[in-house]
């Protein structure tokens, strides 16, 4: 698949001359807010694949793009290394994590087929009213999001749906299949391989869906709704795989 995607240069759109500085950002809050800036653009241009997945990032010429010292640089990289969207090699340095290989991509669904309709069924009889209200926002804010420009709504998108689905999660009750799930970083992964915005379109009015089976109170209407939304999403992804054979 990476094939596919030309490779382009790692540190992504400039965000001035080299030299400047973010401006708009108070004393205190500045130090923050650069980490935040860089950690937003290497991880709009790393789902977009603008980064190639296993392409080297250039922490000088990251620096250069924004005009700061390497401290804000290496913190977005390490918050990048803990959701497993970047690997670093001791004397190398940064890469983009390589895209789920199919195996891979088989366990996730396999995994998530056997939680999830679970975890809907349990959130469907426990979750509190002002949860299923956030469902419902986080289920509005995504079919906003799928209005934008295909590279930026991808990013965003994938941060609803991971927020949409640890919130569904929480819901239930379930500590220990709460934490196994946000574990494995799904929607971030997964989100880096749908590179057209039929995926989201399909999954909003999936996510619709799920939100008035939650709200009925009907634990098998939750799980199934659930299973059905996993099948499609698995379908669709499944035949990326499969166009690259």
């Known amino acids: ?11 992504g759109r400039r965000r001035g001359q080299p030299g400047s500085a973010p401006t708009g950002l108070d004393a205190e809050g500045r130090s923050h807010g650069l980490v935040e800036s860089v950690y ?3 991880l709009g241009e790393i789902m977009s694949l603008r980064i190639e997945p296993a392409g080297r990032i250039n922490i000088d010429d990251v620096a250069r793009d924004f005009g700061v010292s390497q401290t804000p640089i290496r913190e977005a990289l390490r918050r990048l290394e803990a959701e497993a969207l970047v690997e670093k090699t001791p004397y190398v340095g ?15 669904y396999d995994l998530r087929l056997l939680l999830e309709p679970f975890v809907a069924a349990e959130a469907a009889a ?7 209200e956030k469902l419902e926002s986080l289920s509005l804010s995504m079919e906003v999001t799928a209005t934008g420009t295909p590279r930026i709504a ?5 941060r609803y749906d991971e927020a949409f689905h640890a919130t569904i999660a929480k819901g239930a009750g379930n500590r220990l299949i709460e934490g196994i799930l946000a574990r494995q970083h799904i929607h971030l992964h997964l989100f880096r391989l749908m590179l ?3 995926v989201i379109t399909e999954a909003v009015d999936e996510h619709a869906v799920l939100v008035e089976a939650i709200r009925s109170r009907s634990r098998d209407r939750a799980a199934e709704a659930m299973r ?11 035949a990326i795989y499969d166009s690259d054979e």
């Open 1 to 11: 698949m990476a094939s596919k995607v030309a490779r382009s240069k790692s540190t």
């Open 40 to 42: 937003e653009t290497l």
């Open 94 to 108: 940064y890469r983009a994590s390589p895209l789920l290989n199919r195996q891979q991509f088989k366990e996730l």
């Open 126 to 132: 426990l979750m509190e009213e002002d949860e299923i």
């Open 154 to 158: 991808m990013s965003r998108f994938a």
């Open 196 to 198: 057209h915005g039929r």
């Open 228 to 238: 059905r939304h996993l099948t499609r999403s698995r379908d669709r992804l499944e």
